[in-house]
């Protein structure tokens, strides 16, 4: 199987953790979701926020502010889609975010393992707490009408567990993590199941990688851009209650749905530059290992 060991054992952990919650008390409530949101955004925004120590090793002078610039146009891009049509952003996002998680998390991997793993993490809370999603999705999107994209999540999730299953090195050991995810899925909702991935999973996993290859921690810059987005989703909710105040529910559905475009807005660049940055560095490696190449090598192939 494509897993690291250390972070595999701390995701399978949080799940064992949260169906032994599950069984003592109901996690498909109000104040779950808050604090699964709130957990979300914290993991979240640390990985996100090294993107910026990532264009600072690559770029210099006006690149860099052309970067950062480009960075911060994508995230009000995102902003817009979300204020005009906030279905289409939602449907974009899981789509793309399907291919992010597998690229991220097996970067080595073949194209259609790394996309079957993002497509379960994503489909198989679907499939099994339907209702938890839909939810979810008509809170992000502020509209009812979410049934048939929750209805192809549930039937991508369910053929590409399969086919992840199919195509691992240790079915077995495949197929276990995937059922015991989609079990948490069902017993302690959608939002719990996705949560214990996102925090115990990708997030470490993804900050850990990009920073034993540049080797520069960035401490600072993370948890002060972290530390800024998060006044700025506080500030919101403060703002949304000025008018009129809100009843706890609605004061959740609102920190969720804040949640959802910070996340969002963020990730859209985000993912951007992690490709991008991708492409260039195997196009580098890809030079250097043709200039490596004796000269009789290359002749003899063609």
Not at 45 to 61: E, N, Q, W
Request: with cysteine.
């Amino acid at each position: 199987m494509f897993f690291s060991v250390r972070p595999y054992w701390y995701f399978l952990f949080s799940l064992m953790l949260a169906l032994l919650l599950a069984g003592l008390t109901s996690l498909q409530n109000s104040v779950w979701w808050i604090a699964c949101s709130v957990l979300i955004l914290l993991a979240g925004l640390p990985h996100g926020a090294y993107d910026l120590v990532i264009m600072r090793a690559r770029h210099r002078g006006a690149k860099l502010v052309l970067a950062v610039l480009g960075y911060i146009a994508l995230v009000l891009a995102a902003l817009a889609l979300w204020h005009v049509q906030p279905f289409m952003l939602l449907t974009s996002f899981i789509v793309y975010s399907a291919f992010h998680f597998g690229d991220s998390d097996f970067a080595h991997a073949p194209w259609l393992n790394k996309f079957s793993w993002g497509a379960s993490i994503l489909g198989l809370p679907a499939l099994c707490s339907k209702g938890t999603v839909t939810a979810l999705f008509v809170t992000i999107a502020g509209t009812p009408d979410v049934g048939l994209l929750v209805n192809g999540m549930a039937a991508a999730g369910l053929v590409a567990a399969l086919i992840y299953v199919w195509r691992a090195k240790q079915p077995g050991d495949a197929a276990a993590v995937l059922m015991i995810y989609a079990l948490v899925c069902w017993i302690a909702g959608a939002l719990v199941a996705f949560t214990c991935y996102f925090v115990f999973y990708h997030s470490p996993l993804h900050l850990r990688h990009w920073r034993d290859q540049l080797g520069i921690e960035g401490s600072g810059i993370v948890y002060g851009l972290s530390g800024l987005v998060i006044a700025i989703i506080t500030g919101a909710l403060w703002l949304s209650t000025l008018e009129q105040p809100l009843a706890f529910e609605a004061l959740n559905q609102t920190a969720l749905r804040y949640t959802f475009i910070a996340i969002a807005a963020l990730t859209v660049p985000h993912m951007v530059l992690l490709m991008l940055v991708s492409r260039r560095n195997q196009a580098m490696n890809g030079a250097a290992s043709l200039r490596a190449t004796p000269r009789r090598e290359i002749t003899c192939c063609r």
